[in-house]
């Protein structure tokens, strides 16, 4: 039997895709451990695998980040960043490291499969192969590996052709390395050589590429092109497919079949404190087309949206996306890379704001691939929203793109295509073994 190690930071958007990873696992007949924060206990024991929590100091409570680290509270840009990357993702990195040694030495682990923020993986990916288990890294966020054919991940800037865009490339990289994220590179390489007695090879953010394999969770369609892409690289499309659902059709649901375009409009269900972010300005944006406006909440109380909706509006806490995304025209939201490849799994066009955190790649993509308008801001207008909604459902070309995307999401191996990338370190170090890693 195959021992697998997953790691997750203690944040929602993190774990929630790796609990699909190991279910499926676990189905296949793995053993799986999962190292993650004790919030989310019951969940990972809901999928088969054995729940190991974090140590307290790798741990936090991530549904309300500004009270859990309240220096980042009123940082913004550049600041902000640096100020989540040092003290959220890379100040518990020896923690999560020793909790994996330890992990490792007790359990056999054959394989660690991490997510890309943490980082106790980048620094466990120091030590030379022999002495460690596989490492895996799980794209749960845009591909950030360096290129000369990109900008670094961050910041949102598409692919320029040609030797023009290349010195664009390096002139951006240099800048991230160098001086905006100097301050958080300084620290990795004192934390690494503290926890591991190794120097980083090359910038933190970087680190999957010296991983064994890193399974990306889109299809190459929705990511830009590397002449420079590693063989470990392993596109796998979205960890996470429409299936079916328990969740309750709303009492109005009937009310959609009078063949009026249906726009969805989502803040998911982390990002969705401030309703005024994106389901308002979508909400009074088009209450006077043409079109029904079905907003979810996130799970959120409706009763925060009721009052005064116009009569083409209708909100639930949760919708059941197997029956709502093939009737869908129109998908609005604030980028999370999930529900952006629900939308295209359908051929939906898209409409995204979003400038935070990884959303600022994801929206990016979706202008670049065609599948949709980026509106470029976490708090759009209300005129701005409805302007790219016509646009997307006036012009074929959007949903045309998106349908294409999606044809290739249906293609692809998903968790099966994880599982072999897997089982292919497996294989290649003998079949299963036990390691001992060391600090």
């Known amino acids: 039997m195959t021992t697998l190690l997953l790691c997750s930071t203690p944040v929602h958007g993190h774990v929630i895709p790796l609990l699909a990873v190991a279910r499926h696992l676990v189905d296949r007949g793995h053993r799986v451990l999962f190292l993650t924060g004790g919030r989310y206990a019951a969940r990972v024991i809901a999928t088969g695998a054995t729940f190991l929590p974090l140590p307290t100091e790798a741990d936090y409570d991530d549904t309300d980040m500004d009270a859990a680290f309240p220096g980042r509270v009123g940082l913004t840009g550049p600041a902000g960043i640096r100020y989540d990357m040092t003290t959220i993702f890379l100040r518990p990195a020896s923690a999560q490291l020793a909790a994996v040694d330890a992990i490792v030495a007790e359990h056999g682990v054959d394989v660690v499969l991490a997510e890309s923020l943490f980082l106790g993986a980048a620094l466990l990916s120091t030590r030379p192969r022999a002495s460690r288990p596989a490492v ?73 590429a010296h991983a064994d394999a890193v399974v990306q969770f889109t299809v190459p369609e929705f990511e830009y092109p590397r002449s420079d892409l590693p063989s470990t690289v392993h596109f796998v499309g979205p960890v996470s497919r429409t299936r079916p659902s328990d969740t309750p059709l709303p009492a109005w649901w009937d009310d959609l079949a009078d063949g009026r375009p249906i726009v969805h409009v989502t803040q998911g269900t982390v990002a969705n404190r401030d309703f005024g972010d994106l389901l308002l300005p979508t909400i009074r944006g088009l209450a006077g087309d043409d079109v029904w406006v079905v907003a979810s909440t996130g799970g959120r109380p409706v009763a925060e ?32 890379y999930g529900g952006v490849h629900y939308a295209m799994e359908h051929g939906v066009p898209v409409v995204i704001a979003g400038t935070t955190e990884d959303k600022v790649e994801v929206s990016a993509r979706v202008a670049w691939s065609g599948v949709g308008v980026n509106l470029a801001t976490n708090r759009p207008t209300d005129a701005a929203v409805a302007g790219a909604v016509r646009t997307v459902l006036a012009e074929p070309g959007y949903s045309e793109r998106s349908a294409a995307i999606g044809d290739a999401i249906r293609a692809s191996t998903g968790l099966a295509g994880l599982e072999r990338a897997v089982l292919g370190l497996v294989d290649a170090a003998g079949g299963t073994r036990t390691h001992s890693s060391r600090r």
Do not use: C, M
């Open 136 to 208: 895996v890294n799980l794209g749960i966020v845009p591909l950030g590996l360096k290129s000369k054919d990109v900008a670094p991940l961050g910041l949102g800037v598409q692919p320029k052709p040609g030797i023009g865009g290349r010195l664009r490339n390096a002139a951006l990289t240099a800048v991230a390395e160098k001086i905006i994220f100097a301050p958080v590179q300084k620290a990795a390489s004192r934390i690494a050589h503290e926890a591991t007695g190794a120097s980083l090879d090359g910038f933190i953010l970087n680190w999957p």
């Open 305 to 336: 949206l009721d009052a005064d909706l116009p009569p083409n509006a209708r909100v639930a806490a949760y919708l059941p996306y197997d029956a709502l995304l093939p009737r869908t025209s129109a998908y609005v939201t604030n980028g999370g």
